[in-house]
């Protein structure tokens, strides 16, 4: 739930606002300029969008808000993150629960950077390898993250389980996008396909982004 003034107020969700799953990750340095303190910007935006457009799933060990030991962002067929191909008022109320806020909290080069130069590269990748209505027909995973602690315990795999299960009811594909080549081949083992590649750079360096896909 989000309050008027856009404030999350569930405390469980509220939680997955300062996660640690991505710590140390290379590419989250690289999306956010060098500054890892931005992070739960960027991710409270895609959160409250997928809250209002998407599927917020996560999975605990317990009752407690700090049993959440991971998280999926999805958005299945039909709507998406921030993009204006989806329904306007929707979108436009995305944008306003968080990434606009996100936007104006960066520095202009970053602000820049990801409006010029990281977004339309994340379209064209998915546009040019699947077509351009493809991803928005799919299950796309946004964001996903297990604590490192609970890695290795099938965690990720249950929390990938419950968007498949939906996906297979109505034959619909999934889509994500990985930088490590360790993903890239837990993902083939869940039967998924590379099917494109980009480099994405920036002054704290390159990350090799590959797509993915699932038929179901």
């Not at 739960?40 to 959160?47: D, M, S, V, W, Y």
């Not at 964001?143 to 009811?169: C, N, P, T, W």
């Not at 980009?198 to 699932?214: D, H, P, V, Y």
Request: glycine letters at 8%; proline letters at 5%; a neutral charge.
């Amino acid at each position: 739930m989000i309050a008027a003034d856009g404030e999350i107020l569930y405390p469980h969700v509220k939680r997955l606002i300062e996660p640690t799953a991505w710590t140390g990750d290379p590419f989250t340095e690289i999306i956010m300029g060098g500054n890892v303190d931005l992070s739960p910007l960027q991710i409270r935006a895609n959160l409250q969008a997928a809250l209002i457009g998407g599927e917020v799933h996560v999975i605990t060990i317990g009752q407690r808000p700090e049993d959440i030991v991971g998280v999926a962002i999805w958005f299945p067929p039909g709507s998406s993150a921030f993009s204006r191909r989806a329904f306007y008022l929707r979108i436009e109320e995305q944008r306003a629960a968080g990434w606009n806020q996100f936007l104006e909290s960066i520095p202009e080069s970053l602000r820049k950077w990801w409006i010029e130069y990281f977004s339309p590269a994340m379209t064209r990748l998915s546009a040019d390898t699947l077509g351009p209505g493809y991803s928005h027909d799919a299950w796309h995973l946004h964001i996903f993250g297990v604590m490192k602690s609970h890695h290795r315990k099938g965690y990720g795999k249950a929390l990938l389980r419950l968007a498949e299960d939906q996906a297979k009811e109505t034959h619909s594909p999934i889509v994500l996008e990985t930088t490590t080549d360790v993903d890239v081949q837990i993902y083939k083992r869940l039967g998924f396909k590379v099917c494109g590649e980009t480099n994405i750079e920036s002054a704290q360096g390159i990350a090799r982004i590959r797509l993915m896909f699932k038929e179901n």
